[in-house]
């Protein structure tokens, strides 16, 4: 079987991890640290504050901005539940604009529409390592005093216009999940500008202590260990090898894919990371049985919109057609970097030799 994803972990890691052991300083330390200032200085901001999921990551930066009760924050229905649960988290209220059938993002077009007198803040999803289109997003929010938030939790070393994802809006927001396209095991970081942001996200990790069991604000426990930070440092030094191991592989396929499937499509000026490489399939059950059966993984990202999740159904009604077509339609194909050419060619002649197309 031809895996999704697979880590692309080796002996440096592992050296890594066994040097923090040996110290025996387990939790947040000096790795972090280290972490957060080489991330910082990659993604082209001042700071950088790691946590312990993307997840966490993103409910911080909400909190970080002030975003509570009532508030509204507009965002993507197509993405991981966390993009929209964060959200409810602050007990704030998500609202959800239609995609880009292209892109599968967010569609700037959509947002002036749903914007009220109670709108926060709109948070931007870099689905599958493509960015965002992020000129009319950031005119829109200077236009209507919105913060924005970048979820790039899918995007590392994607870039818009020559400026890499995390360091556009207010906030950027990255997770590090196995998956990813580089990985801490766990763990989440965000990136800022603003020193006040940075300095109120370090306490909100840390049970809201500004100095040792001084408890300034209510926080949580959402630290990154220094375990997670020894495997981000060197998963770090690989980053851009690892990006473009995906960036050709995408390539590949989009070379021998037939003229018939409908592939990634790129906007203008971006560097796209490929996270996921995706394509559109009308009949999708017979498909993804035939790639079983061919020994080949997929992925559905996502198969169920997130306005159409139980967790959100006062939203189950809404009419957003490009997210619901999308969801319904969707297949990531295996694109991480350990694949050989052999595996590439074999899923290239699989997927062209599937009848439905």
């Known amino acids: 079987m031809i895996p999704i994803s697979k880590p692309s972990l080796g002996t440096e890691e592992k050296e890594a991890v066994s040097r923090v052991l040996e110290k025996g300083y387990l939790a947040q330390g000096k790795e972090v640290e280290r972490f957060e200032q080489e991330w910082a200085s990659y993604i082209g901001t001042k700071f950088a504050v790691a946590t312990n999921s993307g997840t966490s990551a993103l409910h911080i930066a909400l909190a970080c901005l002030g975003i509570g009760n009532g508030d509204k924050v507009i965002t993507t229905p197509f993405s991981f539940i966390a993009s929209a649960s964060s959200i409810v988290m602050q007990r704030a209220t998500p609202i959800f604009c239609d995609i880009d059938p292209r892109t599968y993002n967010l569609n700037p077009q959509q947002i002036e529409d749903r914007i009220d007198e109670r709108t926060r803040a709109i948070v931007t999803v870099h689905l599958y390592g493509q960015p965002c289109d992020m000129g009319p997003v950031l005119a829109i929010a200077q236009k209507h005093n919105l913060h924005v938030i970048e979820d790039a939790c899918q995007a590392h070393g994607a870039e818009y216009r020559g400026r890499k994802v995390g360091s556009i809006g207010d906030i950027g927001v990255f997770s590090f999940y196995p998956t990813k396209n580089m990985t801490t095991g766990e763990g989440g970081i965000i990136t800022t500008n603003d020193k006040g942001v940075a300095e109120k996200a370090g306490k909100l990790r840390d049970h809201g202590q500004g100095q040792r069991y001084e408890h300034e604000i209510l926080g949580y ?23 473009e191991r995906r960036i050709n592989n995408a390539a590949y396929y989009n070379q021998r894919l037939n003229t018939k499937i409908q592939k990634p499509s790129e906007i203008d000026k971006v560097r796209h990371v490929f996270h996921q490489y995706t394509i559109r399939v009308k009949d999708r059950k017979p498909f993804i049985n035939y790639l079983e059966d061919k020994g080949i993984g997929y992925g559905i990202y996502y198969p169920i919109p997130i306005h159409k999740q139980p967790l959100f159904r006062e939203y189950n009604s809404l009419n957003l057609p490009q997210a619901q077509e999308a969801s319904e339609q969707v297949v990531s194909l295996p694109v991480h970097p350990a694949l050989n050419r052999e595996e590439l060619e074999y899923v290239a002649e699989v997927v062209n030799s599937y009848e439905g197309w």
Not at 223 to 229: D, F, K, L, P, S
């Open 221 to 243: 426990n959402y630290r990154m260990t220094n375990i997670a930070a020894a495997i981000g440092l060197v998963q770090l030094k690989k980053l851009e090898q690892l990006n």
